[in-house]
T-cell receptor, first 114, second 113 residues
């Protein structure tokens, strides 16, 4: 089955700096890669996703890149703000497959220091 | 309405109690999920309902019993739980299948004494 590794487990940056979180997946059949942000006491919230037919997607200060050959994808946050502080989870699944299960990475605790 | 609503937000129960967690969405989604999340860990899939039918059961103990009365509602019935079952229980929904955007509720924080 699919296995998703995520690094780093914790990341501390200064406000205004960029933050990068990296994930690798094992199943070459995976073709859908979302990123979730989870704030304390809340459920995960989808912030951006990418499908395997594109290599990069951007939404304001957030971007995701995908390298299918290497089986890794990354989340880039630019101009970080204190409200970006949260736990971020990457995930992978096989869109349209017979057993569509979203497999989560282990999470990254991002702390943005003002 | 883009919300998944879960009740209650907090629940404390003894090991002999029977309780139910409830989840509701009005986005027209036809797939609904229960996840369990321990502190500082990722969500773990428990059950998936697709078009009101149970499609995935991740070998969850029978003391957890899911129910999908209609396309908008999802319940999780709890009975004879163990202290190690204490966790955040998250409900989620998606348009059709797990390969699509998943919308999560805020969860029920469950403590089993």
């Amino acid at each position: 089955g699919e296995n998703v590794e995520q690094h780093p487990s914790t990341l501390s940056v200064q406000e205004g700096d960029s933050a990068v979180i990296k994930c690798t997946y094992s199943d070459s059949a995976s073709n859908y890669f979302p990123w979730y942000k989870q704030e304390l006491g809340k459920g995960p919230q989808l912030i951006i996703d990418i499908r395997s037919n594109v290599g990069e997607k951007k939404d304001q200060r957030i971007a995701v890149t995908l390298n299918k050959t290497a089986k890794h994808f990354s989340l880039h946050i630019t101009e970080t703000q204190p409200e970006d502080s949260a736990v971020y989870f990457c995930a992978a699944s096989s869109y349209g497959g017979a057993t569509n299960k979203l497999i989560f990475g282990t999470g990254t605790l991002l702390a943005v220091q003002p | 309405d883009t919300e998944v609503t879960q009740t209650p937000k907090h629940l404390v129960m003894g090991m002999t109690n029977k309780k139910s967690l409830k989840c509701e969405q009005h986005m027209g989604h036809r797939a609904m999920y229960w996840y369990k999340q321990k502190a500082k860990k990722p969500p773990e899939l428990m059950f998936v309902y697709s078009y009101e039918k149970l499609s995935i059961n991740e070998s969850v103990p029978s003391r957890f019993s899911p129910e999908c009365p209609n396309s908008s509602l999802l319940n999780l019935h709890l009975h004879a739980l163990q202290p190690e079952d204490s966790a955040l229980y998250l409900c989620a929904s998606s348009l059709r299948s797990a390969g699509e955007k998943l919308f999560f509720g805020s969860g029920t924080q469950l403590s089993v004494l």
